[in-house]
């Protein structure tokens, strides 16, 4: 697989998240359970502030301390405007409330039933498979000609790293008790463990 494939294949991942996420009505207005775009807030519900890390060292204080944090990926306001906000584990579920108002933080259950609305979508479940090796592979898509931003997860040691995926968070447990997070890797679309400390990105769903 070469890295323009890669690239390329975020195109169908974005417009995969963009559009089957969201419906409209006969005004133009959303009408879908689903928020349209990543979460990017710097508050929880009840108005305290979020630790905003602006540097490794920072999402590393935050890892080791087990507390909510979220960044930029690259650590670059750029990067926000396309993608929103990575937080770890500890501010997904922190009592405060991360997703606004009316909204939540998906379950497993909620990405399957997502799932179940798309065509032509591979979902491996974890909690169905016996191991976690699973072999994706994308599609050739080289006919699609155009730029791709980036993707990616920050690790719990505050790097980052660039991934031909979304990745979300998920409130969900594995069977062993680890965080899960969900991949959509077009047309593929499967759960896998995370750690607590590791940023993800976040897509909300109504109440």
């Known amino acids: ?3 323009q494939t890669q690239r390329l294949a975020l195109i169908l991942i ?3 998240i963009s559009n089957e996420m969201i419906s409209t009505d006969d005004n133009g207005a959303i009408n879908s359970n689903w928020m349209s775009t990543n979460l990017e807030v710097s508050e929880f519900r009840n108005g305290d502030t979020i630790l905003f890390a602006k540097t490794i060292e920072e999402w590393r204080y935050a890892a080791q301390n087990k507390e909510p944090a979220c960044c930029y990926f690259n650590y670059d306001s750029v990067n926000s405007k396309q993608h929103g906000k990575l937080y770890n584990r500890y501010a997904i579920i922190d009592k405060r409330g991360l997703a ?8 497993l259950d909620d990405w399957d039933m ?7 979508i591979v979902f491996y479940d974890i909690r169905k498979l016996d191991s976690l090796g699973i072999n994706i592979e994308i ?13 990616g997860s920050c690790y719990l040691d505050g790097t980052m790293a660039t991934s031909p995926s979304w990745d979300f ?3 969900s447990l594995s ?7 969900i991949m ?24």
């Open 175 to 181: 069977k062993d008790g680890y965080p899960i997070i």
């Open 1 to 3: 697989m070469t890295k």
């Open 114 to 120: 997502f799932k179940d609305s798309i065509n032509h």
């Open 184 to 207: 959509i890797n077009h047309p593929y679309m499967k759960s896998l463990e995370s750690h607590p400390a590791n940023g993800e990105y976040v897509r909300c769903i109504k109440d």
């Open 100 to 107: 606004p108002e009316g909204y939540r933080i998906p379950t």
């Open 139 to 151: 599609p050739d898509i080289e006919s699609i000609k155009t730029n791709t931003p980036m993707f």
């Open 14 to 16: 974005f417009i995969l």
């Open 169 to 171: 968070w998920t409130t």
